[in-house]
């Protein structure tokens, strides 16, 4: 897709955050060995990632037999790790409700990271419902205002976007307004341009001094990358959401999905932000 004269001239020089899910927890090394599931293999990648143009690190953690966890021990050695290796990149550990249940979800909260996931409300998933019960959000939010830790609230709903900015306004939320639509996710919202225009919309009209970003699931993940580019906001690739170049070949890293996206970025003229101007552009404290 060729670049409009207008939209590219609207966005033209805006910097760009490139996001890296690394690892999630659903993927395994059988859809993919690039994979990183020790702490080790997640530093390492994580590193790569950002000398491709990752300037934020989403991070869950995992067991040994790959199960997801949501234990603080291996989130402290996480963020020992990527602070050490991939110094001033911006750490965002998962709260998402694959990896625990109840407050176990927002355990490693006291580590302090830069930022953190949010999911604001429920929605299905492909074989469960994504439980996000009101108590359980407005923990997980005193908790990021406690420890002065900035969410990302992950929507899957126009509702999610909405309460996201409802509970801003009422500074229920730390820090700047961010919020990353997840398209493609079976049983939740499509990746549909139409939608996808319409959440945009809403975010510059109702919450015009936040930033937001996209993330498109498995086939689409570069469908929304450039939809959000193009836009004007900021993105997520990695191989938590999609474990694929294509259908006959399998990504060989996470590095090599946020380069992708950041031939995108290219072509619609936007730098790809450092870990540095992302600080800056989502009001965070210096590393």
């Known amino acids: 897709m060729k670049p409009s004269s207008s939209t590219s001239e609207s966005v033209a020089g ?3 955050i490139l996001c890296c899910a690394i690892t999630g927890s659903v993927p395994t090394k059988a859809a ?3 994979v990183p599931i020790s702490i080790s293999e997640q530093v390492e990648s994580s590193h790569a990632a950002v000398e491709a143009g990752a300037s934020i690190i989403h991070a869950h953690v995992r067991n040994d037999d790959e199960t997801p966890s949501s234990d603080p021990e291996k989130f402290a050695r996480l963020k020992e790790g990527l602070e050490k290796h991939c110094p001033g990149v911006i750490i965002q ?3 998402g409700g694959r990896s625990g249940a109840g407050q176990a979800r927002g ?3 006291s580590l302090r990271p830069d930022m953190a ?3 604001v409300g429920s929605n299905n998933f492909p074989t469960r419902v994504y439980e996000n019960p009101p108590d359980l959000v407005a923990w997980l939010a005193e908790e990021m205002v406690k420890y002065e830790i900035m969410p990302e609230v992950e929507a899957f ?11 801003h306004e009422e500074g229920k939320l730390y820090g700047r307004l961010y919020v990353q639509f997840v398209m493609n ?3 939740a919202m499509p990746a549909d341009k139409e939608v996808f225009d319409f959440y945009a ?3 510059a009209t109702r919450a015009p001094e936040a930033a937001w970003c996209a993330a498109g699931i498995g086939p689409t993940q570069h469908v929304v990358n450039e939809w959000a580019i193009a836009a004007g906001g900021h993105t997520r690739a990695g191989l938590e959401d999609n474990v694929r170049l294509d259908r006959e070949t399998l990504a060989p890293s996470n590095a090599a999905l946020i380069a992708r996206a950041a031939e995108i970025c290219a072509k619609y003229d936007r730098p790809v932000a450092s870990p540095a101007q992302a600080r800056e552009i989502l009001g965070l404290r210096s590393a």
């Open 14 to 16: 805006k910097p760009c």
């Open 32 to 34: 993919n060995p690039a």
């Open 93 to 95: 550990f998962s709260t």
């Open 107 to 109: 355990g490693m909260l």
């Open 117 to 119: 996931s949010l999911s």
């Open 157 to 167: 709903d126009l509702s999610h976007i909405l309460q996201a900015i409802r509970m």
């Open 185 to 187: 996710v079976k049983n």
């Open 201 to 203: 919309h809403i975010m």
